[in-house]
Nanobody, 126 residues
Framework: QVRLVESGGELVQPGGSLRLSCAAS????????MGWFRQPPGKAREFVGA????????EYADSVKGRFTISVDNAKNTVYLEMNRLKPADTAVYYC???????????????????WGQGTQVTVSS
């Protein structure tokens, strides 16, 4: 059974940085697609960024492009979300997600993902 566990969320001041981790288990995640989403208070879940299948690259939401970076440690089966120059608008519960291999994959769509973590809270406030 696939399991995703996020960690690293905390309270941080505007302009600060955080690194979130998503530890995956239950199958091999080498060269696999993985996504990060977030849900701000009172709003719908939204796409943050994703690693594409077969190391084909990454995609990011316009709101985080240039500030957030996704990286992968295949040896640890862990995906990271490095967040810099954080803003109060980045406050949200952050989730990592994984699709099933072989299905149609639209990285920006939550419906493309079959497995989700429990989320980790990021609060940006002074």
């Amino acid at each position: 059974q696939v399991r995703l566990v996020e960690s690293g969320g905390e309270l941080v001041q505007p302009g600060g940085s955080l690194r979130l981790s998503c530890a995956a288990s239950g199958r091999t995640f080498s060269r696999a697609a993985m996504g990060w989403f977030r849900q701000p208070p009172g709003k719908a879940r939204e796409f943050v960024g994703a690693v594409l299948w077969e190391d084909a690259g990454t995609e990011y939401a316009d709101s985080v492009k240039g500030r957030f970076t996704i990286s992968v440690d295949n040896a640890k089966n862990t995906v990271y979300l490095e967040m810099n120059r954080l803003k109060p608008a980045d406050t949200a519960v952050y989730y990592c997600a994984a699709p099933t291999y072989g299905r149609d994959f639209y990285p920006h769509s939550p419906d493309s993902y079959d497995y989700w973590g429990q989320g980790t809270q990021v609060t940006v406030s002074s």
